[in-house]
T-cell receptor, first 114, second 113 residues
C-alpha cells in the first residue's frame, strides 16, 4: 500500500512557467514532509521539507504548500528553468517509527523546455 | 568527505549469477538503506539497518540478502540473479538527528539478461 500518492507521473513545462507536483497521504502520524530532487544518473538529494504545523515554506524558487485538513501537499517551482529538469519525489516521515520511517511517493519526471 | 559511495557503477549479469553490491558511508551514520528504483514505481526499500549488527526487511526483500559489516559498510547480495532484478540500486544513510533526511549514493545500474 502506497503511503504517499504522487501525481503527475510526468510533467512538461515551458521555461519561465510554474511547475506543480501534488502529493497526498492518509497517516496523520507523519511529522515531516520532505521533497527530494534527482538528476539523471545521480542519487536523490533532499531539496526542501515542511512540518505539518506550517502551511507554506519557501526556499528560493521552490515552495511547499501544505493543507493539513485535506492531507495534501505540493511543490511549486516558480520561473522553471531547464536546469530544474529532474525527477522529484515527495515523502513523509514518522518520528518514533524506527529506522524504516521515510515513505516515498512514486516520483514525477519534470522536463523544462527552453 | 566522500559521503555515500557505491561500487560498481554498472553491472551486467546472466540469469543465475551472483554478485554483491558494496556501499560505504563516512558520515558516522547509524542507519543505512538499500533501495531499488524502477520506472513508475519510485524508490522501493529492499533492506535497512538501524545500526551495526542489525538488519531488517523492507518492502521488497525477496531474492536479496544484506550484511552490515561494520558501521561504515552495508552490502547487498543477489544470490541467483533474475531478469526481474534489473534495476538501479541506491544505498542511503541517515543521520541520527534527522527523521527525514537521507543521503544517497550515486547508484548501481544492474542488468540481468
Amino acid at each position: 500500500q502506497q503511503q504517499v500518492k504522487q501525481s503527475p507521473q510526468s510533467l512538461i513545462v515551458q521555461k519561465g512557467g510554474i511547475s506543480i507536483i501534488n502529493c497526498a497521504y492518509e497517516n496523520t502520524a507523519f511529522d515531516y514532509f520532505p521533497w527530494y530532487q534527482q538528476f539523471p544518473g545521480k542519487g536523490p538529494a533532499l531539496l526542501i521539507a515542511i512540518r505539518p504545523d506550517v502551511s507554506e515554506k519557501k526556499e528560493g524558487r521552490f515552495t511547499i504548500s501544505f493543507n493539513k485538513s485535506a492531507k495534501q501537499f505540493s511543490l511549486h517551482i516558480m520561473d522553471s528553468q531547464p536546469g530544474d529538469s529532474a525527477t522529484y519525489f515527495c515523502a513523509a516521515s514518522m518520528r518514533g517509527a524506527g529506522a524504516n520511517n521515510l515513505f516515498f511517493g512514486t516520483g514525477t519526471r519534470l522536463t523544462v523546455i527552453p | 568527505n566522500a559521503g555515500v559511495t557505491q561500487t560498481p557503477k554498472f553491472q551486467v549479469l546472466k540469469t543465475g549469477q551472483s554478485m554483491t553490491l558494496q556501499c560505504a558511508q563516512d558520515m558516522n551514520h547509524n542507519s543505512m538503506y538499500w533501495y531499488r528504483q524502477d520506472p513508475g514505481m519510485g524508490l522501493r526499500l529492499i533492506y535497512y539497518s538501524a545500526s551495526e549488527g542489525t538488519t531488517d526487511k523492507g518492502e521488497v526483500p525477496n531474492g536479496y540478502n544484506v550484511s552490515r559489516l561494520n558501521k561504515r559498510e552495508f552490502s547487498l547480495r543477489l544470490e541467483s540473479a533474475a531478469p526481474s532484478q534489473t534495476s538501479v540500486y541506491f544505498c542511503a544513510s541517515r543521520p541520527p538527528d534527522s527523521s527525514y533526511e537521507q543521503y544517497f549514493g550515486p547508484g548501481t545500474r544492474l542488468t540481468v539478461t
